[in-house]
Every structure is written in C-alpha cells, then in structure tokens.
C-alpha cells in the first residue's frame, strides 16, 4: 500500500503568512494519486501544530509493514535544523520541530518499507537528521523569511524531459529513508507565481512535473532534473537529496 501525510501552512502569524503551501499539498496529492497512492492524510494550517504532524507521523511509520510505500511531506516555513508547525512561537521557536525528532520516528521504519521525505522549504537539508558539526550551534530563535518570488514570472512552457549531467548528491549510509530537500540546510527555498496567479513552491512545481510525466526515472535522476530547472530561475536555491546510495539509484515508491 501507498500512504502520505502532508501538511502544509499558509496561515502563519502575521507577518510571516505564506501563499503557496496549500498550493503545493494539493499539486502534491493530485501527483502522487497518479503513482499510486490511495492513502492520504492532509493537516493543513490550524491542524498542522507541532503535536498533530509528530502524531500523524508516528502513525504513519509505525503502521506501516513490509511492501509498504509511506511519504511524509511538509510544506511551510523551516527553521534551521527543523520544520515550523503552525503553532510556532514566532519570538522564541517554541514548538519547531527538529530534524533529529523526524529522524527518531523514522528510525523505527519496519524493515521493507520503502520511505521518502518531501521538506519544501528554507533549511530543509538534513531535515530528517542532525545537522552537520561544523554548522552554527542552533539557537532558540527562530528565522523567518518573507515568501520569496524569482523575477521570473511565470514557467514558461514546459521542456522535454531531458536528463541533464550528473550532479553531486549527498549519500549517507546509515539512513533508512530518503529526503528530497528543497534547499541546502543554511539555504532559502523561493515561490514561483504561476501563469494564472498562483503561487507554488519551485522546487515542488518542479518536482510534481517530473514525479508525474518520468515514471522511471530514479530519485538521482528526478532530483537532478528539478534541481537543473530549480537553478536555472533562482541561482542561489541548493536543492538536496539524501539517502543511501543504492536507494538514491532507485526509482521511488517501490
């Protein structure tokens, strides 16, 4: 079985209220029905607190049993180090939730289930683990960062689905999971407005395309298209895959 829990917030306090998050859950869930997901759990602004997405998640992983595909996907502000849940203190980063919080619920994965992780947003690398030593010590506060648009518009028309060169990924052995991230974990993610208004995550506009049209393509290989596409509009977001390396050179939900 196929199962996802997404959450994903636009409604932050004031100043910090993002547009495309919702945007992207729904871009997201419409993709993954298309690669056979038929379970989905959706927490979306007010029900994406810190307590309901780390039930949620636990649900989700301790559920599952071998032959499983789960996906976990969050779509909103990060921090460094963690996700923001919509019940963030603003002032003093109470209720983030931090990357080794996801990475201890994702440890306890049954042998055989097959697991990726979605973080569209600012410092979602490493977002599943503890982040590097040689990274700033984490502080108490919280970053935030106005919704950030490229100067480009709009996507113009969509291109074939060519691979381009290879690009360095981030292997790590001892993962039991795979993490498709946004950006770099000192890195912004940016939105990009679409031909009809809205605005949608880059990465995950890019992503969803690929998910969608390359069925066989690997998760080296997906990541490497978006990551392309994602650079060509906005020169300084770093998007990151990581995961261990023979799961990296296979094809996802399998």
Same mark, same amino acid.
């Given at each position: 079985?196929?199962?996802?829990?997404?959450?994903?917030?636009?409604?932050?306090? +004031?100043?910090?209220?993002?547009?495309?998050?919702?945007?992207?859950?729904?871009?997201?869930?419409?993709?993954?029905?298309?690669?056979?997901?038929?379970?989905?759990?959706?927490?979306?602004?007010? @029900?994406?607190?810190? *307590?309901?997405?780390?039930?949620?998640?636990? *649900?989700?992983? *301790?559920?599952?049993?071998?032959?499983?595909?789960?996906?976990?996907?969050?779509?909103? #502000?990060?921090?460094?180090?963690? +996700?923001?849940?919509?019940? +963030?203190?603003?002032?003093?980063?109470?209720?983030?939730?931090?990357?080794?919080?996801? /990475?201890?619920?994702? @440890?306890?994965?049954?042998?055989?289930?097959?697991?990726?992780?979605?973080?569209?947003?600012?410092?979602?690398?490493?977002?599943?683990?503890?982040?590097?030593?040689?990274?700033?010590?984490?502080?108490?506060?919280? #970053?935030?960062?106005?919704?950030?648009?490229?100067?480009?518009?709009?996507?113009?028309?969509?291109?074939?689905?060519?691979?381009?060169?290879?690009?360095?990924?981030?292997?790590?052995?001892?993962?039991?999971?795979?993490?498709? @991230?946004?950006?770099?974990?000192?890195?912004?993610?940016?939105?990009?407005?679409?031909?009809?208004?809205?605005? #949608?995550?880059? #990465?995950?506009?890019?992503?969803?395309?690929?998910?969608?049209?390359?069925?066989?393509?690997?998760?080296?290989? +997906?990541?490497?298209?978006?990551?392309?596409?994602?650079?060509?509009?906005?020169?300084?977001?770093?998007?990151?895959?990581? /995961?261990? *390396?023979?799961?990296?050179?296979?094809?996802?939900?399998?």
């Amino acid at each position: 079985m196929r199962k996802v829990l997404i959450a994903a917030i636009n409604s932050y306090p +004031i100043p910090y209220q993002l547009q495309g998050s919702l945007n992207d859950a729904v871009d997201l869930q419409n993709t993954l029905s298309i690669r056979g997901f038929t379970s989905f759990v959706t927490l979306l602004d007010g @029900a994406a607190t810190r *307590s309901g997405i780390m039930a949620q998640l636990q *649900s989700l992983v *301790s559920n599952a049993v071998s032959g499983d595909s789960i996906m976990f996907a969050f779509f909103g #502000h990060g921090t460094p180090g963690g +996700i923001c849940p919509a019940d +963030i203190n603003v002032n003093t980063g109470a209720n983030a939730i931090y990357d080794h919080e996801m /990475g201890a619920i994702l @440890a306890s994965k049954k042998t055989g289930v097959t697991c990726d992780v979605l973080l569209g947003c600012c410092y979602s690398g490493t977002g599943t683990r503890a982040m590097a030593e040689s990274l700033p010590a984490l502080t108490e506060k919280t #970053h935030f960062f106005k919704e950030k648009l490229p100067k480009l518009k709009k996507l113009v028309k969509t291109p074939a689905l060519v691979l381009p060169s290879p690009r360095i990924f981030v292997p790590v052995p001892d993962m039991n999971h795979c993490l498709f @991230a946004a950006s770099s974990e000192t890195g912004l993610a940016w939105g990009v407005r679409m031909g009809d208004g809205t605005i #949608h995550g880059l #990465h995950t506009v890019w992503w969803c395309y690929v998910a969608r049209n390359a069925l066989t393509w690997s998760r080296a290989q +997906i990541d490497a298209y978006v990551s392309a596409k994602v650079k060509l509009m906005v020169s300084v977001q770093d998007p990151q895959l990581e /995961g261990p *390396s023979a799961e990296l050179a296979q094809l996802p939900f399998e």
